[in-house]
């Protein structure tokens, strides 16, 4: 089972930005489908993007458009760029990944992850 660590959280000022980065524990890194999910208190975990284990395909939830990135880099570690933040950002955000074959696949519903971080803590104020 792939390990995964994520760090990047912290308080933010509206507007600002922060970088997310999860670290996995699997060599064959690429074989990994990942995604990015988040939850706010009294909410339920919801997709924020998702990345196939190519780095050719990617989705994003609607409210992050054009706001939010996902990458990844060859070796292990996944990436959220999070721009023009807004207090209805603010969640713990989780890493999550799915062994595939099929590395041209992404994934966007979170019972479709096996594997998830710890969370980290994003807080955005106004």
């Known amino acids: 089972q792939v390990q995964l660590v994520e760090s990047g959280g912290g308080l933010v000022q509206a507007g600002g930005s922060l970088r997310l980065s999860c670290a996995a524990s699997?060599?064959?890194?690429?074989?990994?489908?990942m995604g990015w999910f988040r939850q706010a208190p009294g909410k339920e975990r919801g997709f924020v993007a998702a990345i196939s284990g190519s780095g050719g395909s990617l989705s994003y939830a609607d409210s992050v458009k054009g706001r939010f990135t996902i990458s990844r880099d060859a070796k292990n570690t996944l990436y959220l760029q999070m721009n023009s933040l807004k207090p209805e950002d603010t969640a713990v955000y989780y890493c999550?990944?799915?062994?595939?074959?099929?590395?041209?696949?992404?994934?966007?519903?979170?019972?479709?992850?096996?594997?998830w971080g710890q969370g980290t803590q994003v807080t955005v104020s106004s």
């Open positions: 699997e060599p064959t890194f690429s074989r990994y489908a």
């Open positions: 999550a990944a799915r062994a595939t074959w099929y590395t041209g696949n992404y994934f966007t519903e979170a019972a479709d992850f096996g594997a």
